[in-house]
Each structure stands twice: as C-alpha cells, then as structure tokens.
C-alpha cells in the first residue's frame, strides 16, 4: 500500500509470554520502514534511543501530489531527535542486485544486526519460506543488508 500512496503499519511483538499483538506508543524497540515519511509517520512508536531503520526514500502522498502538501526536506534529523536512525539504501541495492522486491529482505538484514538470533536461523528462516528459485537472491540481500551497519 505505501507505494501506491497509502500506508500499512505492522506490529511484531515476540518473547517468552505476549500478551498482545499491538504495541503500546512510545514502547518499540525498533522501527524499520520501507520509506522515510513512513517512519516519521510511525516514530512516536518508538521508546526513546530505539532504533529506526529506514529506506532512503521518498514516495510523495497524494497531498503532496496534488500540491497541498510539501514532503518534509529534514525528516532524518527529525528522526534523529528521539531515536538512533540508520538510513539504508536498501531499494538501491536491491536493483544493484537484480531485484527491487528484495528491499524487505535487505532490510531485514539490517534489522538481524540487532536482534539475538543466530544468522543461521534468519538463513534457514528465508529457505523455508522463499520459492526456491529467489532463496539464493534473497539470502545474498539478507547478507547484504546485515553487513551494511554495524550496530552495537
């Protein structure tokens, strides 16, 4: 929906005992977002110095479009204000590589970076759950994205 001008929100909560699919504002421990007036849309989700995870671009809402609206020149260092940002090219890569569709895949090599789960788990996640033929492509962007940043 983002790239057709719309806008999707999805809430991923995981750990021993979840008591609810949704996450409370101000409480995520990480924002990844396709694009960056996404996140900015999405960053009072985040807790303070969480981490925001964002591909560097721009799709234009409608408001902007039709010319009522600007799109915001300064949403990094909006974003930077509250939470640690990593601005990933990742739609960029994903062409460099052949495929634009893995862009999710890339960012979700950035976002392994963080979270405490062996790479081998995220690697074999992707073959049980990729057509065969995209596995390699997407383990290759998956990688790619995991050694953009280093993340403490």
Same mark, same amino acid.
């Given at each position: 929906?983002?790239?057709? $001008?719309?806008?999707?929100?999805?809430?991923?909560?995981? $750990? &021993?005992?979840?008591?609810?699919?949704?996450?409370?504002? $101000?409480?995520?421990?990480?924002? *990844?977002? %396709?694009?960056? *007036?996404? @996140? *900015?849309?999405?960053?009072? =989700?985040?807790?303070?110095? $969480?981490?925001?995870?964002?591909?560097? +671009?721009?799709?234009?809402?409608? &408001?902007?479009?039709?010319?009522?609206?600007?799109?915001?020149?300064?949403?990094?260092?909006?974003?930077?204000?509250?939470?640690?940002?990593?601005?990933?090219? @990742? #739609?960029?890569?994903?062409? #460099?590589?052949?495929?634009?569709?893995?862009?999710?895949?890339?960012? *979700?090599?950035?976002? @392994?970076?963080?979270?405490?789960?062996?790479?081998?788990?995220?690697?074999?996640?992707?073959? &049980?759950?990729?057509?065969?033929? =995209?596995?390699?492509?997407?383990?290759?962007? %998956?990688?790619?994205? +995991?050694?953009?940043? &280093?993340?403490?």
């Amino acid at each position: 929906m983002a790239q057709r $001008g719309g806008t999707v929100i999805t809430h991923v909560k995981y $750990g &021993s005992k979840v008591y609810s699919p949704l996450i409370v504002e $101000g409480t995520a421990d990480f924002l *990844l977002a %396709f694009e960056k *007036l996404e @996140a *900015l849309r999405y960053s009072h =989700y985040l807790k303070n110095n $969480g981490i925001a995870m964002v591909n560097d +671009r721009e799709i234009p809402p409608m &408001s902007v479009l039709i010319g009522a609206a600007a799109y915001p020149a300064d949403i990094p260092k909006q974003l930077k204000k509250h939470c640690r940002l990593y601005l990933v090219e @990742a #739609e960029k890569i994903a062409l #460099e590589m052949g495929n634009v569709r893995v862009v999710n895949i890339v960012l *979700l090599g950035v976002l @392994a970076r963080v979270l405490q789960f062996q790479n081998n788990s995220w690697e074999q996640a992707i073959r &049980s759950n990729v057509k065969t033929r =995209y596995v390699d492509l997407n383990i290759s962007a %998956f990688r790619r994205g +995991r050694d953009l940043v &280093s993340i403490p």
